[in-house]
Nanobody, 125 residues
Framework: VQLQAFGGGLVQAGGSPRLSCAAS????????MGWFRQAPGKEREYVAV????????YYADSVKGRFTLSRDNAKNMVYLQMNSLKPEDTAVYYC???????????????????WGQGTQVTVSS
């Protein structure tokens, strides 16, 4: 299983980049898929996830109303549209996948099986 995340970079506050995650080695349709992030000196935290096979996104409070998670099962892709970025959104963003994860475990990074390499998002004020 490979997850390749891309689309990060240096963005000004208020910017709207879109992160993409390309999955290979799996067909994502039955998988839970999501994005997590890790800022320097902090633990990896959940940003937005889909439950297994689901299309309803769940968002962390810190990004609710600003970020939009979507999935294209036909293309084996997951996207994170980020709007109204703030400096505190600066982090490495990771794509994750899991075939077995249960609802109550979705927000805990340690419960996910597959991870991409991460893409850096830096928001300048």
């Amino acid at each position: 299983v490979q997850l390749q995340a891309f689309g990060g970079g240096l963005v000004q506050a208020g910017g709207s980049p879109r992160l993409s995650c390309a999955a290979s080695g799996i067909t994502i349709s039955p998988y839970a898929m999501g994005w997590f992030r890790q800022a320097p000196g902090k633990e990896r935290e959940y940003v937005a996830v889909f439950a297994r096979g689901g299309n309803r996104p769940y968002y962390a409070d810190s990004v609710k109303g600003r970020f939009t998670l979507s999935r294209d099962n036909a293309k084996n892709m997951v996207y994170l549209q980020m709007n109204s970025l703030k400096p505190e959104d600066t982090a490495v963003y990771y794509c994750a996948a899991d075939r077995q994860i249960i609802m109550s475990s979705l927000t805990r990074s340690t419960n996910w099986d597959y991870w991409g390499q991460g893409t850096q998002v830096t928001v300048s004020s």
